[in-house]
């Protein structure tokens, strides 16, 4: 397990290593993310000098040539019991790498159970994860990913609900 | 003659319906969810261009929301706790505008006609939605000092979603809507108190348990428990409150919220109040 630092608080996080996309100098100078083979999910590699980042990223879909927020609470952790308490800059340690829990493709409970009214799945798509690193406010884009549009929710056991439609 | 809806060419069509799941509790979390509501609705502009800036989306308001949680301790000097969360201050106003984004007034995205688009010209919009909840299963009573946990919970949400296009102009035609409500209702018991995180015992509650849609509603909508705040900005959004009642960094509310209520013993709390 990699660690995560800031003001004396530790949380911990998991590792690999990684592809680019759009912003490749940004990726390279702090991280790089690589989707996995489920989409949604990715790892992100801290470069050596270590990669500080906003607790939260987004997950962008692609709309023609431009890309629009399709879910804005991506949280930096592996683990959701860890969402609550994150602190706002955290600092992936170098070379470390975080697998953080994966996108769903819903806009409300997308990563981390919650309360939801308006709750969208978003797939079919082409998407991206954006990360903002702390302080420069620079950005740190993963490559695009497709996602289908056989939505299945499923729940933190990983028990799966089929969708009717 | 600039672009004009077409008269009776609003349509909303039903895709799919919105089932309950059983609750579940899952390594110490209570779920609450269902399968999703589908719709899609469409309507034709006619005249000729310029027509750029006519929009068709779906409005939704939550009218009515039921949600409290009773927890008790193994044992009635272990006391109990009653979380009203549907009223003040937990939850502020009665019914709000629900929306993806915040600042926007359409639930979603809405389809919208270019200045290049040859009319008459028929714009189609989907709708989606799958509420759900979660709550933790355990929460410390602060009179005993002991472990309460969940025993029954009531969560109501009732919607109306209204197909609504946008003139350039800004302004909103109201052309069809429907209600639609999902309800879970449940009593709850751990195998075994001394392991929360293990299996539970889930009896739902018939009557309190399931989900209703309406049939098409044609026109503006005339509830006057919502029709006012349909596209009133200055309106809370329904994902927004969500913090209010369920605040971090647990999702549960704090010891001394006048919504919070705790007894050293097993309490009858009136969950009408």
């Known amino acids: 397990m990699a660690q995560f630092r800031r003001s ?49 990223g987004r997950i962008e879909r692609q709309n023609g040539a431009s890309w629009q927020n399709a879910f804005n ?5 592996d683990d959701c019991r860890a969402a609550a308490t994150v602190p706002a800059c955290v600092t992936l340690a170098p070379g470390a790498e975080l697998r953080p829990v994966p996108w769903n493709g819903y806009s409300c409970n997308g990563q981390c159970p919650r309360d939801c009214k308006g709750n969208v799945y978003r797939p079919p798509g082409v998407f991206r994860l954006v990360l903002t690193e702390c302080g420069s406010g620079a950005m740190v884009t993963g490559e695009p990913f497709f996602m289908g549009g056989q939505a299945r929710m499923r729940d933190r056991s990983g028990r799966s609900l089929p969708r009717t439609r | 003659m600039a672009a004009v809806l077409k008269r009776g060419s609003s349509h909303i069509k039903f895709d799919a319906f919105p089932t309950v799941s059983r609750p579940t509790v899952n ?37 009515i929301d039921t949600n409290w949680l009773y927890y008790r301790g193994q044992q009635n000097d272990h006391g109990s706790i009653f979380f009203q969360r549907s009223r003040p ?103 075994d108190f001394d392991v929360p995180d293990g299996a539970w015992y889930v009896t739902p509650i018939a009557a309190g348990q399931g989900s209703a849609r309406s049939h098409v509603i044609e026109g503006e909508p005339t509830d006057k428990r919502f029709k006012d705040i349909l596209t009133d900005p200055a309106v809370s959004t329904c994902n927004a409150i969500v913090p209010l009642y369920q605040p971090p960094p647990d999702g549960m509310l704090p010891v001394g919220h006048p919504c919070r209520r705790e007894s050293s013993v097993w309490h009858s709390f009136d969950v009408r109040v």
């Open chain 2, 27 to 63: 390594h110490g979390k209570a779920s609450f969810e269902c399968s999703s509501i589908e719709a899609t609705g469409t309507v034709t502009l006619t005249g000729s261009q310029p027509a750029a800036g006519w929009a068709l989306g779906f409005l939704q308001v939550e009218w």
């Open chain 2, 89 to 191: 201050p937990a939850r502020p106003i009665k019914a709000c505008r629900d929306t993806i984004v915040e600042t926007d007034i359409y639930y979603d995205s809405p389809a919208t006609l270019n200045a290049t688009d040859a009319l008459p010209m028929t714009l189609t919009v989907d709708h989606f939605d799958q509420p759900s909840t979660t709550t933790s299963a355990v929460v410390t009573n602060s009179l005993t000092g002991e472990d309460n946990f969940i025993r029954e919970a009531q969560l109501e949400y009732l919607f109306c979603t209204v197909l609504s296009a946008r003139d350039p102009a800004g302004t909103f035609h109201h052309l069809k809507s429907f209600y639609w409500n999902v309800r879970w209702q449940a009593r709850f018991l751990p195998h």
């Open chain 1, 8 to 56: 004396g608080v530790i949380a911990r996080f998991a590792g690999v290593a990684a592809a680019l996309s759009v912003s490749v100098a940004s990726q390279t100078a702090m991280a790089q993310i690589r989707n996995l083979s489920q989409p949604g999910a990715f790892a992100i590699t801290a470069s050596p000098s270590g990669a500080p980042f906003a607790k939260q």
């Open chain 1, 73 to 77: 609470e991506f949280y930096l952790v």
